[in-house]
């Protein structure tokens, strides 16, 4: 069964760091796009980073020098190191599988699938 499970959030004053972890089931992770994304009360979801197979990793603008994304085949795991988080950065972060805005699959395979997500909370 193809599953993500997110991990790693929790309560983190402005200026601190987290590091959330995607570890991945039913699939190998350097075979797909892996990206992180959120979703604060009343918003929209944004994407934040997205790592492709080959190893390439892509920003939004406004994480861009603050957020980092890695993956680690040999746990089928995909970071996001967060640093310099900000108040308005509360949201439920999710990671996802070949999906629109970070979509690459083996030829003939596709995932679209989504964690459940893991809540970051940053307040004084």
């Known amino acids: 069964q193809v599953q993500l499970v997110e991990s790693g959030g929790g309560l983190v004053q402005p200026g601190g760091s987290l590091r959330l972890s995607c570890s991945a089931s039913?699939?190998?992770?350097?075979?797909?796009?892996i990206g992180w994304f959120r979703q604060a009360p009343g918003q929209k979801r944004e994407g934040l980073s997205c790592i492709t197979p080959d190893g390439s990793q892509h920003y939004a603008e406004f994480v861009e020098g603050r957020f980092t994304i890695s993956r680690d085949n040999a746990k089928n795991t995909v970071y996001l190191q967060m640093d310099g988080l900000k108040l308005e950065e509360t949201a439920l972060y999710y990671c996802?599988?070949?999906?629109?805005?970070?979509?690459?699959?083996?030829?003939?395979?596709?995932?679209?699938?989504w964690g459940q997500g893991t809540l970051v909370t940053v307040s004084s």
């Open positions: 996802a599988a070949d999906v629109p805005g970070c979509a690459s699959s083996p030829l003939g395979e596709t995932l679209n699938t």
């Open positions: 039913g699939f190998t992770v350097d075979r797909y796009a």
